[in-house]
């Protein structure tokens, strides 16, 4: 079993800054990578930002130059850094890993999402 928290978030004017958190609990043999998509209405889910194990980091294109994305391999958390933001950043913003698993049959890896987490960025 696996607890995805989330935190941060809220309302911001464009410009402005905000800061989101994720960590990951529960029998983890490791988190394969960790990151951020977001869903504005009436839009699919996209990609933000991820990190894998490696450090390997990921951004859409919309985002770079703005957010930061960094992770924290003891703590099983990763953390958004968001800057300059736009009212176009507004969404709900959802934290995603891929966690691997001890179970009976060896080692398998699993995908969880976090429960969501409102940005809003007004004009």
């Known amino acids: 079993q696996v607890h995805m928290v989330e935190s941060g978030g809220g309302l911001v004017q464009a410009g402005g800054s905000l800061r989101l958190s994720c960590a990951a609990s529960g029998s983890i043999l490791s988190i394969n990578t960790m990151g951020w998509h977001r869903q504005a209405p009436g839009k699919q889910r996209e990609l933000v930002a991820s990190?894998?194990?490696?450090?390997?980091?990921n951004y859409a294109d919309s985002v770079k130059g703005r957010f930061t994305i960094s992770g924290d391999g003891a703590k099983n958390t990763v953390v958004l850094q968001m800057n300059s933001l736009k009212p176009e950043d507004t969404a709900v913003y959802y934290c995603?890993?891929?966690?691997?698993?001890?179970?009976?049959?060896?080692?398998?890896?699993?995908?969880?999402w976090g429960q969501g987490t409102q940005v809003t960025v007004s004009s």
């Open positions: 990190i894998a194990s490696g450090g390997t980091t």
């Open positions: 995603h890993a891929d966690i691997t698993l001890p179970t009976a049959w060896g080692p398998k890896s699993y995908s969880y």
